[in-house]
């Protein structure tokens, strides 16, 4: 007689919150996501560039993103099947889609304008997508297994 101990279904643990779109709203976007990914007992590899991308999307959201009277939102997902970690920033401009390329083509002493390329060089994948009726939402993906090659 065999017996078989039954197995739940690997979860995704969820964070969602809005923010104002100030940068007030962007620092406490970030700090807020330290300590869901503590919480959460991420691997720090991951964790501090998560915690990176945040702080760029969130600033980007709150200067770049920004309409008068609405928030902003962070959304962290954590699939524990897939070993990914996933920050999706929502923002209510859908008429300004990000463009990494748009960052090479400022001058090098320029003090603003890499965040996106920070993005592209901490996150495994990003891009975006509208969120109807017109705003955007700019996500990007950290897998655990490359941050666990990487340490």
Known sequence: MSTSIPQLPAATRTFTLQFSSTRR?????R??????LRTWQVSPGVADRAEQIVAELAAN??????VQGR???LALAHDLAADVLRVAVTDARG????SPVAAFLKPPDDESGRGLLIVA???DRWGSEPYPPSGKTVWAECDYRAAE???
């Open 25 to 29: 709203g962007a620092r406490l976007a």
């Open 31 to 36: 700090l807020l996501t330290y300590e869901q």
């Open 61 to 66: 959201a709150a200067l770049h993103g920004r």
């Open 71 to 73: 928030d902003f939102r």
């Open 95 to 98: 008429d300004q889609v990000p």
């Open 121 to 123: 060089a901490l996150a």
């Open 149 to 151: 090659n990487a340490d």
